[in-house]
């Protein structure tokens, strides 16, 4: 029998075999590659990553117990370590797959990212129509390079890092201490509870400008970030919400450099200078606000669980604050226990899962791995905090004590505990984070007691949602 095509169908087996062709020959699995499961033609690991991606990425697909948290593969009894997968290319710019490596280990974690050939970020249309590559999450080379450097300088000068902006923080606490104290007695909802005091402290770094969150009509700002946080995700949220209160933004200081700026190639210059300054305006909202408030939110949620925790707590403060004046940053070295509720909510929250993925400028050779130029490289910090070996059986549960020694006088750093991932774009915020949130528990715990509400005295805690 004798077949003979029409010249379309002779066109589309053309072309459907020179996909075929372009696909094998990009996508041919490297056996330098590090180990993982097997993937398929176009939707790579797609179907094993399923819903809860999270846990494959730390477990393997085939882990027998999914919610026992350990990076233990059970079959070879080895640890992963270091795990590839393919994802499907939906919304990346990526031929068919994007190839990924998953971190699960503190110390790769550390290692890799203090390699400049990790500080790539994966852009993808959603984060190149707000961002368009500026600012500094989602921007890599010399321009990221240049905006972390200046916006860390300035920071740093303005004392955000060595804790000078405490008068901002304690007057929210103070804010907020007093709106609860309207509310004793009443249940109140653990979700944005804490958007307009964070807010407004990120506000008042980068503006000098106070609002009352707590009035009936709530402040523009709180708005206008609350609209962000409800209306689009981590990666995909835009300085240009905030443009219109540019004016503001440390007028003699980033906009000075702008105007020193006459070499056209630098990011400051002109009209460059200026799409970064809107988007670091941004990136300081998106980085900081929501990740601040929902740490909070665990943090008295898991406090509302362990009574004992917070009598232990309150015994600290009694001994060292009393009730008479405000609790300051200087009170820490002295309040072990309060630090170690943080340290514990961080852990046990890790509420940047996955941290900010990063990807691969070049090709890159690692502990016998080739990781190659444009692979995504995922922290999974939620792996490093909820991995059995290293933290013990009771891994899931709240208990600030594994942070403290003994007579538990002392805290105990943890090396694998890095919630604000690690090496050369580790959280730009991170010591802002730490001084606002033990000014805020210390403050609450120091004048209340946190109880459950008896209509809904169980609570079911998920990284991602908390339900009656
Ligand atoms: C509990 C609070 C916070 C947590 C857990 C957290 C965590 C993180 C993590 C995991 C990253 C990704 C780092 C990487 O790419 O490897 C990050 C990046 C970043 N964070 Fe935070 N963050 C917090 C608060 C803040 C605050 C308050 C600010 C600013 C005021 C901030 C600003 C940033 C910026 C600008 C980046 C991007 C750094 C870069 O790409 O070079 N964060 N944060």
């Known amino acids: 029998m004798e077949f003979f095509l029409s010249f379309t169908e002779a066109v589309l087996l053309s072309a459907a075999l020179l996909v075929g062709f372009i696909y094998l020959r990009k996508n041919k699995r490297d056996p330098r590659y590090p180990p993982g499961p097997r993937a398929l033609p176009f939707i790579g690991n797609a179907h094993q990553l399923g819903k809860d991606s999270l846990r494959v990425m730390q477990k393997g697909p085939r882990s027998m117990d999914p919610f026992t948290a350990s990076t233990w593969d059970l079959k070879s009894n ?130 000098s400008e106070n609002n009352d969150w707590d009035s009936p009509v709530k402040p523009e700002i709180l708005q206008r970030a609350e609209s962000v946080m409800e209306s689009v995700n981590f990666t995909a949220v835009s300085g240009l919400f905030f443009a219109p209160f540019l004016r503001y933004i440390a007028p ?95 852990r046990l929250s890790s509420i940047v899962a996955m941290g900010v993925p990063h990807r691969m400028l070049a090709d890159t050779m690692f502990h016998g791995y080739f990781l190659p130029k444009g692979a995504t490289v995922i922290a999974n910090l939620y792996a490093i905090h909820h991995d059995t070996k290293t933290w013990g059986p009771d891994v899931n549960e709240f208990r600030p004590e594994r942070f403290l020694n003994e007579d538990e006088t002392q805290v105990v750093r943890h090396d694998s505990l890095i919630p604000f991932s690690a090496g050369r774009r580790q959280c730009l915020g991170e010591g802002l984070a730490r001084d606002s949130l033990f000014l805020f528990v210390a403050s609450i715990l120091q004048k209340f007691v946190i109880e459950p509400d008896p209509a809904c005295p169980y609570v079911d805690i998920d990284t991602s949602s908390v339900s009656c």
């Not at 916006?151 to 201490?177: P, Q």
């Not at 009393?322 to 509720?341: C, N, T, W």
């Open 252 to 346: 003699d200081h980033y906009l000075v450099e702008m105007e020193n700026t006459t070499d056209p190639s630098s990011s400051f210059y002109k009209e460059q200078g200026e799409k970064n300054l809107q988007a670091i305006v941004g990136d300081l909202f998106v980085a900081g606000s929501e990740t601040s408030s929902n740490s909070l939110s665990f943090a008295t949620l898991y406090l509302s669980q362990h009574l004992e925790t917070q009598r232990k707590a309150q015994a600290e403060l009694d001994r060292v604050v009393g009730l008479d004046r405000q609790v300051f940053l200087s009170d820490k070295p002295a309040l072990p226990y309060i630090e170690a509720i943080l340290l514990e909510t961080f």
């Open 78 to 207: 080895k640890k992963i370590v270091l795990q590839y997968f393919e994802r499907n290319c939906f919304l990346n710019n990526c031929l068919f797959v994007l190839r990924t490596i998953v971190l699960n280990d503190a110390k790769l974690v550390k290692e890799l990212f203090s390699d400049i050939n990790s500080t790539g970020r994966a852009l993808n249309p959603v984060t190149w129509y707000f961002g368009k590559g500026n600012g500094i999450i989602i921007s890599q080379g010399h321009n990221w390079e240049a905006q972390r450097r200046f916006t860390l300088r300035k920071l740093r000068d303005f004392g955000v890092l060595k804790s000078s902006i405490e008068d901002y923080v304690t007057e929210e606490a103070t804010a907020l201490i007093k709106s609860f104290e309207r509310k004793v007695g009443q249940p109140i909802s653990g979700t944005r509870l804490f958007n307009g005091p964070i807010v407004n402290t990120l506000w008042r770094v980068v503006s």
